[in-house]
Structures are given as structure tokens and as C-alpha cells.
């Protein structure tokens, strides 16, 4: 039973381009969540996804960021005309409707996105 | 004021020593995670507590929900124990356990053999 799936693990962008990030949540999972860790910063919530339903974007960004859910495939986090502020880690999570246990909210191993 | 402050931000400790964490927060929750996250690393959760204790191996966390504190030790510490240890809180949302996560600033941890 393979975990939250994120790739790629490593992105290097120059400034203007666009980044896509994917994220694939653990079977049996229905909801996904995207964080963003700024450099020497604490992760911060970005946006709550069900299967093509956006739940709370309040933490994602006015402009150049969008996230998806389709219900078929990965959930994706579409950052347009990139700049260097916002070279990051970016970590999604997934879980069940309900959460009981620990196991029930299952991190990926992030992707580290570097802009030049 | 962050709606969850951990202590101490550093903690440096030699091996074999008794550890802990603290994690106060301001708002109501439905749970409360602790998280694992090695330098360059994914995050692993530790814990997922609503109440009382919790113990896995060597690593307990404990929460007051009246204090709105939790707290997570390790015994017996090790240097592979060294990482970044964040707190974490669900709150409400319309009568159900909200998924989204409000984090703390995050504890460095580092055992010294």
C-alpha cells in the first residue's frame, strides 16, 4: 500500500516559467492538502481539496496559484510565472473522511521547488 | 500571536537524556498531531491524540485539552532522534473534525552522543 506519492522530489524553474506539482494521496484516501515551507519558516496550510471540489483555499496566494483535484489522477498544484520567493518545499497530504488514527493523515515526502 | 507556540525552539541534548516538548495552543481542536521531520526529509506523524496519553516505544505524548497544552517526551534519547518535532492542530469546521492542520514553529532537536 504505497504512501502519499509526490513528484517530482527536486523542481529547478527560471523566474517566468511555470511549475507543476503532483500528488497522488494513499488509496482510500479522499482529501487532499497542500503546505508550503518557506525557507527557516513553518509549514503553512495552502489549500484543502475533495475530489473536484476545492473545500478552503485561504492560504493559497491571490495570483499564479491554482490547485486541482480531478477525478481522475493526481491532485495539482499549478504555480504560474514562477519567482524566487517562491523557491520552497512543498509537502501534500491525504486522508479519509474521518481521521481516527495518526495513520489516517499520511504526509508525502514533499517536493523542493527551486526557482533560478 | 501564533494559534500554536511550541518550546523550546532549540533543544540540545547529550544521549541517554529525558526529553520534552512542549505545544500550547489558543484555539479549540479536534486533535492534535505530532509530527517528524528530518533535515531535507517528508514528514512522518507520530501521534495523533484527542485526549489522555499516547505511547509508542520510546516517544509519549500527553494532552490537557482544559490547558490547551500538549506535551511529547522521549526517553532515552539518541542521536537518531535528532530532527525537527512539530505540533500541529485540527480544529472544527460545522460540527466535524476539520482536516486542515495549523502548525507550530517546530522544536530542532539535536542528541549529542
Known amino acids: 500500500n504505497a504512501g502519499v506519492m509526490q513528484n517530482p522530489r527536486h523542481l529547478v524553474r527560471r523566474r517566468g516559467q511555470e511549475a507543476r506539482l503532483r500528488c497522488s494521496p494513499m488509496?482510500?484516501?479522499?482529501?487532499v492538502y497542500w503546505y508550503r515551507q518557506l525557507p527557516e519558516e513553518g509549514l503553512k496550510f495552502m489549500v484543502y481539496l475533495q475530489k473536484e471540489n476545492i473545500i478552503d483555499e485561504s492560504g493559497m496566494p491571490k495570483e499564479r496559484f491554482s490547485a486541482e483535484f480531478p477525478k481522475e489522477g493526481p491532485s495539482i498544484l499549478r504555480i504560474q510565472q514562477v519567482v524566487r520567493g517562491d523557491s520552497a518545499a512543498y509537502f501534500c497530504?491525504?486522508?479519509?473522511?474521518?481521521?481516527?488514527?495518526?495513520?489516517?493523515?499520511?504526509f508525502g515526502s514533499g517536493t523542493r521547488l527551486t526557482v533560478v | 500571536k501564533n494559534e500554536v507556540e511550541q518550546s523550546p525552539q532549540n533543544l540540545t541534548a547529550q544521549e541517554g537524556e529525558f526529553i520534552t516538548i512542549n505545544c500550547s495552543y489558543s484555539?479549540?481542536?479536534?486533535?492534535l498531531h505530532w509530527l517528524q521531520q528530518h533535515p531535507g526529509g517528508g514528514i512522518v506523524s507520530l501521534f495523533m491524540?484527542?485526549?489522555g496519553k499516547k505511547k509508542h516505544g520510546r516517544l509519549i505524548a500527553t494532552i490537557n485539552i482544559q490547558e490547551k497544552h500538549s506535551s511529547l517526551h522521549i526517553t532515552a534519547s539518541h542521536p537518531r532522534d535528532s530532527a525537527v518535532y512539530i505540533c500541529?492542530?485540527?480544529?472544527?469546521?460545522?460540527?466535524?473534525?476539520?482536516?486542515?492542520?495549523?502548525f507550530g514553529q517546530g522544536t530542532i532537536l539535536t542528541v549529542h552522543p
Open positions: 497530504a491525504s486522508s479519509p473522511p474521518v481521521i481516527e488514527t495518526n495513520y489516517g493523515y499520511t
Open positions: 500541529a492542530v485540527r480544529s472544527w469546521a460545522g460540527g466535524t473534525s476539520y482536516g486542515k492542520l495549523t
Open positions: 484555539v479549540g481542536i479536534s486533535a
Open positions: 491524540l484527542s485526549s
Open positions: 488509496k482510500g484516501h479522499s482529501h
